[in-house]
């Protein structure tokens, strides 16, 4: 069974500065997806970024990128020029390709604070 | 405009009584799903559909019914409802799997608390 983690419960950045989440999953699968999504406090799940595993380079969309380490099972988020409205829930996701279902496995999220 | 519609957003109920979670999505998708969202435990996928009177058991189907006669409409039924199903559901869909992206479309999140 896959499995994903997300180690950091919080973090926290000052306006105009660089973080970066932490994300590692486990799976036996050679092919599938890993998303990003960012939950602000109107809950709604929004979707940062996306990555196909066979595709080696690491997606990039604005001022969120990713370093995707398929051996090492890592894939992190980093949010270059942080602003007040990153502030928000991350959640890690994963999906296989192909597979019977569309499920996502998620990690439990890290709470991102962007201090002014 | 594409997108999933849940109501409602808010619900307080009591122990014992039947409520359903309407979920519709106009993008004409196969898939769609059930998670609920629980503090440290991130999302949980409750209940899934690949078709029109297709579903399954996702990973916490327990205390939990779907229909799908509809393509558009994935209703979450909860027949007897109990406190530790209190929790933030949300309904998604999403093409199925290997046509292209399989982004998936999420609901606002309905906020369930039962006591």
């Known amino acids: 069974a896959q499995t994903v983690t997300q180690s950091q419960p919080e973090m926290s950045v000052q306006e105009a500065e660089t973080v970066t989440l932490s994300c590692t999953y486990d799976?036996?699968?050679?092919?599938?997806?890993l998303f990003w999504y960012k939950q602000p406090p109107s809950r709604q799940m929004i979707l940062v970024i996306r990555q196909e595993a066979y595709k080696q380079q690491n997606a990039t969309e604005n001022r969120f990128s990713v370093n995707f380490q398929k051996a090492a099972k890592s894939f992190s988020l980093k949010i270059s020029d942080s602003q007040l409205g990153d502030t928000a829930m991350y959640f890690c996701?994963?999906?296989?390709?192909?597979?019977?279902?569309?499920?996502?496995?998620f990690g439990t999220g890290t709470l991102l604070a962007v201090q002014p | 405009e594409a997108q999933v519609t849940q109501n409602p957003r808010y619900l307080i109920t009591v122990t014992g009584k039947k409520l359903t979670v309407t979920c519709s999505q106009n993008m004409n998708h196969e898939y769609m799903s059930w998670y609920r969202q629980d503090p440290g435990l991130g999302l949980r996928q409750i209940y899934y559909?690949?078709?029109?009177?297709?579903?399954d058991k996702g990973d916490v189907p327990e205390g939990y019914k779907v229909s799908r006669k509809e393509k558009r409409n994935f209703p979450l039924i909860l027949e007897s409802p109990s406190p530790n199903q209190t929790s933030l559901y949300f309904c998604a869909s999403s093409k199925r799997n290997g046509q292209g992206n399989p982004e998936a479309f999420f609901g606002q999140g309905t906020r369930l608390t039962v006591v």
């Open positions: 996701a994963f999906m296989k390709h192909g597979g019977a279902t569309n499920k996502l496995i």
């Open positions: 799976t036996s699968e050679n092919n599938y997806y």
């Open positions: 559909s690949m078709n029109v009177e297709v579903t």
